[in-house]
């Protein structure tokens, strides 16, 4: 069992910048991927980044590239969402997920086989 905590989110104007945290607990951290996924009202759920076992692997969606960085900490157990100019379109619940049986980042949510609870992210324009 993995449990996932997110933290971070809030309401914010176009053009600035929040941090999106993830707290892992129950496996050995650093063994395992872990991703952001999004899901805005009305839409479906969808992916945003990933990272590797290590962080040396990212991958992301081109609508956040240039703008998003996903990071970790194997020693705090935790993976982070740095978001930069931040646009209304980013309006969302955020989730992360730990992939379990991968090291390498991946994009489809049934990768994954646990998520957090989710926190929102509002952009106001």
């Known amino acids: 069992q993995v449990q996932l905590v997110e933290s971070g989110g809030g309401l914010v104007q176009a053009g600035g910048s929040l941090r999106l945290s993830c707290a892992a607990s129950?496996?050995?951290?650093?063994?395992?991927?872990m991703g952001w996924f999004r899901q805005a009202p009305g839409k479906e759920r969808e992916f945003v980044a990933a990272?590797?076992?290590?962080?040396?692997?990212?991958d992301y969606t081109d609508s956040v590239k240039g703008r998003f960085t996903i990071s970790r900490d194997n020693v705090k157990n935790t993976v982070y969402l740095q978001m930069n100019s931040l646009k209304p379109e980013d309006t969302a619940v955020y989730y992360c997920?730990?992939?379990?049986?991968?090291?390498?980042?991946?994009?489809?949510?049934?990768?994954?086989?646990?998520w957090g609870q989710g926190t929102q992210v509002t952009v106001s324009s």
């Open positions: 129950g496996r050995t951290f650093s063994r395992y991927a």
């Open positions: 997920a730990a992939d379990l049986t991968a090291g390498l980042p991946r994009r489809g949510e049934t990768s994954y086989n646990y």
């Open positions: 990272t590797g076992w290590s962080g040396g692997r990212t």
